[in-house]
Nanobody, 124 residues
């Protein structure tokens, strides 16, 4: 089992940037596809981005495409989410998730491992 811990959240003005990190322990992430999800108060968890285990393929929700970038550094056992041009609608708890598969998924149920989340608040 792999354990995931997110960091890098905080308060930022609209139009600003944040970089989230997801550090893994227990196993290396080289054989895990990874994803980022978010959940706002009163809403269900929604897909944000995913990356294959090699980092060669990425996928984004339409709401963040062009603004967010998912990446990974398997040597550091870390996955990142670079967020730019942030909007108040991006305010949510962001979760890192892992899946022992070559490719990622936009379904939360397909992921086996989850972090505790990190709060991102975008003010207007």
């Amino acid at each position: 089992q792999v354990h995931l811990v997110e960091s890098g959240g905080g308060l930022v003005q609209a139009g600003g940037s944040l970089r989230l990190s997801c550090a893994a322990s227990g196993r290396t992430l080289s054989n895990y596809a990874m994803g980022w999800f978010r959940q706002a108060p009163g809403k269900e968890r929604e897909f944000v981005a995913a990356i294959s285990w090699s980092g060669s393929s990425t996928y984004y929700a339409d709401s963040v495409k062009g603004r967010f970038t998912i990446s990974r550094d398997n040597a550091k056992n870390t996955v990142y989410l670079q967020m730019s041009s942030l909007k108040p609608e991006d305010t949510a708890v962001y979760y890192c998730a892992g899946r022992r598969s070559v490719s990622g998924s936009y379904y939360a149920a397909d992921y086996n491992y989850w972090g505790q989340g990190t709060q991102v608040t975008v003010s207007s």
